[in-house]
């Protein structure tokens, strides 16, 4: 998938960058808005990531010519919240979703393939990895086609673990994706949450497919090849 | 304006009337004893003309017509009592008078009166007209004018004015009642007590009225200065329709305004900017934890402490976040990115993480379908999460959560009620306040800075709903959320949404 990336902070590029390419990404990087926007116009991206505050013309600007210009490609604003009505206004220029810093590069992960999804079809609903299979559509999980039953939270966590196998998620980092940027840290939800998933999956599939990494969190365990 | 005795307004009538009535009830109280006076010195004048014409009076048949006569010749009315008193020089009584015969002091007083006067050198009487046509210029010196008194006295019955004179061979004395004058000088009196208290009426009424109008500008000021509220601080009150004396005052609230405007624009400017500039290092710092994190051995230390660090910058990124809402909130300008939201859908949510985090705790919910507001999806969830987490966190062991959702035309209500001990009178007024944190021996150990509650209100009333502690029964706590059913909020500026 190939990505454009327009973000002046090069420190704050570094690790966005290293951080796509480990989940497969092709990134496109530019420091500031006019070559961003230049860029957007001449290539086919399957994303673009825009900072709002960027050097040359804004992340605002360019998402008003690129909108103007016909191109639907879809666009993800990062923000410092509370950069006064800059969420609203982008979203009304027609962003497709924005991410607020500081923010983890996994959620912006799972930002761009939720974007790409709604924006690309079908083909994108569907995720397996190991013997699990889940339908963002229809939310239904099969192991070994065995259907699974799985409230909000729990689908939310399950999908998030299986989009990133062999990483590792903090807790921090999974309450904040399945559970908001607010929800007090300092509760054991995660933990209960997974213990449950775990024990409607091991009946099926006793094979440990969400391991515990001691004092950081889970990861979804990479299937042999 | 509230007419309290506090009230400039009424001091300054009660004022202006206290120094009116003293005013006028001096110069009342003077004009009347000047009248009196006057009206007395006439009488007297008119007594010694009498006197000395009585004096010169030869027999009694003379006095009896005199006495009949005598009260139309001292300038009163017929009804006016007189008495006379006529004696030689040795005290007889020649003759006596008196027209108001029940009154027998008089003739007491008449004859004291007369002893009391000194009496003149001995001499003959001359004959009646003094006709000497060449008086002998050694006699003059031997006649003194004979002096007469007067002086006011009581009776039981009337007042009377005494007019008492020695001659050498005669002594009289007239009695002359001051009724007719006591009578004129009540009437005196009493167009004075009517006059006054109507003159201080007008005066408190015109104080009243005057001081009214001074203050008209006042209240107008004040008027415009209620429209000024934080969002307003742009507001100038317009100083060329008012009168020069309070020109200067609008001025001068002019210019505080100016200051107040600019250092709210700075403090908001600064929010703005600290939110970047803090939130730039913060993201560098969170990402590259993040990474090193990944690249670190499988659950060793290194990892450990590093997924620690993640933590704690998460916390701060928090509070900072949390800090910078509420200094917008205060300016006026708490961003909201309203969205459509199904309420019901998140509370349900939110009921399945109540079961996660205290599946002790009993929960009985009653959430209508389709609770549909627009709110800024972010902001709501922190609300509701807020008063989730404080329903578990000051919940009792064993104890039990209510949910009740509902809409009525206009509005949506949340209300979480759970067990708990009773919250101090004291501090379910602070309950709202910043960093307030109830008793501190009690929620120690309860994580979170305190910004909750305070913030969550800011956030319900930026969506013009609104955040409220209701009475509920010993052993429990309510709150309740109301929210506008989904409004034209999309259509308002940011700005005005407070």
């Known amino acids: ?225 | 304006m509230s007419m309290h005795l506090r009230s400039f307004r009424l001091r300054v009538a009660l004022l202006s009337t206290t120094l009116a009535g003293s005013a006028l009830i001096g110069f009342g109280t003077v004009s009347w004893l000047q009248i009196y006076d006057a009206k007395i010195s006439r009488l007297d004048a008119e007594l010694v003309n009498e006197l000395m014409q009585i004096s010169h009076l030869p027999d009694r048949e003379q006095w009896q017509i005199y006495a009949n006569s005598s009260p139309n010749a001292l300038g009163t009315n017929t009804k006016t009592p007189t008495a006379l008193l006529v004696l030689d020089a040795n005290g007889t009584i020649l003759y006596q008078f008196n027209s108001l015969p029940k009154d027998l002091d008089v003739n007491r007083l008449l004859i004291q009166h007369l002893q009391s006067v000194p009496l003149p050198p001995a001499f003959t009487r001359e004959p009646p007209p003094p006709a000497d046509p060449n008086p002998s210029l050694e006699q003059l010196p031997t006649v003194h004018p004979p002096i007469p008194k007067f002086v006011t006295e009581h009776t039981a019955i009337t007042t009377w004015r005494i007019g008492a004179i020695n001659f050498p061979n005669v002594r009289v004395a007239i009695a002359v009642s001051l009724q007719a004058v006591n009578q004129e000088m009540t009437a005196i009196r009493n167009i004075f007590f009517i006059l006054i208290p109507g003159e201080l009426l007008l005066v408190a009424g015109g104080a009243w009225v005057v001081s009214g109008s001074a203050l008209r500008p006042i209240r107008q000021l004040t008027g415009v200065i209620q429209q000024v509220t934080v969002k307003g601080l742009d507001q100038r009150i317009p100083s060329r329709t008012t009168d020069i004396e309070f020109v200067e005052l609008i001025q001068v609230f002019n210019q505080m305004l100016e200051r107040l405007e600019r250092s709210f624009t700075q403090a908001s400017r600064f929010s703005a900017d600290a939110a970047h500039e803090l939130k730039t290092p913060l993201t560098i710092l969170q990402g590259e934890l993040e990474r090193t994190l990944q690249q670190a051995e499988l659950g060793s230390e290194a990892q450990q402490r590093l997924s620690n660090l993640l933590d704690e910058v998460r916390r701060l990124s928090s509070i900072i976040r949390k800090l910078l809402l509420l200094s917008l909130a205060d300016a006026g300008q708490m961003s909201l990115c309203p969205v459509d939201l199904d309420l019901s859908k998140l509370l349900v949510e939110m009921l399945e993480d109540v079961d996660l985090l205290a599946p002790q705790l009993t929960v009985q919910s009653n959430i209508a379908e389709e609770l549909r507001v627009q709110g800024d999806r972010d902001l709501l969830t922190q609300v509701l999460q807020n008063l989730f987490s404080n329903a578990i966190k000051y919940n009792l062991p064993d104890g039990w959560i209510k949910i009740h959702a509902q809409q009525t035309r206009t509005t949506v209500f949340v209300t979480i009620t759970n067990a708990s001990q009773d919250i101090p009178r004291g501090d379910r007024d602070r309950i709202f306040d910043r960093f307030h944190r109830g008793d501190p021996a009690r929620t120690r150990k309860v994580e979170g800075i305190g910004l909750g509650l305070s913030l969550a209100r800011e956030i319900a009333r930026a969506h013009r709903g609104n955040l409220t502690l209701d009475a509920t029964p010993s052993g429990q706590i309510a709150f309740t959320l109301t929210l506008p059913i989904r409004q034209q909020l999309m259509q308002d500026k940011f700005s005005e949404t407070l």
């Not at chain 1, 009505?85 to 590069?105: C, H, M, Q, S, T």
Request: charged share 25%; net charge neutral; proline share 4%.
């Open chain 1, 1 to 225: 998938m190939n990505i454009l990336f327009v973000e002046d902070e090069a420190k704050i590029a570094n690790f966005v960058r290293a951080g796509l390419k480990e989940h497969g990404f092709v990134v496109d990087y530019c420091d500031n808005g006019n070559e961003g926007y230049s860029r957007a116009l001449d290539n086919q991206y399957d994303v673009v990531v825009l900072d709002i505050m960027v050097p040359g013309k804004d992340g605002l600007s360019v998402l008003k010519h690129l909108r103007r210009q016909g191109r639907n490609v879809p666009v993800i604003l990062l923000t410092a919240r509370n950069e006064l009505d800059d969420r609203l206004e982008g979203l009304n220029l027609g962003a497709d979703d924005y991410i607020a810093k500081p923010f983890f590069v996994e959620e912006l992960v799972a930002r761009i393939h939720a974007v790409v999804r709604r924006s690309g079809g079908e083909r994108q609903n569907f995720l397996s990895v190991g013997p699990l299979t889940l339908d963002r559509i229809t939310r239904v999980v099969t192991c070994h086609q065995q259907a699974i039953e799985l409230t909000s939270r729990e689908f939310n966590l399950l999908e998030y673990l299986m989009r990133s196998p062999g990483r590792v998620l903090t807790r921090t980092q999974i309450l904040e994706h399945v559970w908001g940027y607010d929800f007090n840290p300092n509760t054991n939800v995660v933990d209960v949450c997974i213990q449950r998933i775990r024990k409607k999956i091991d009946p099926i599939d006793s094979a440990c497919w969400i391991e515990s990494i001691r004092g950081v969190g889970y990861r979804f365990r990479q299937p042999d090849p």
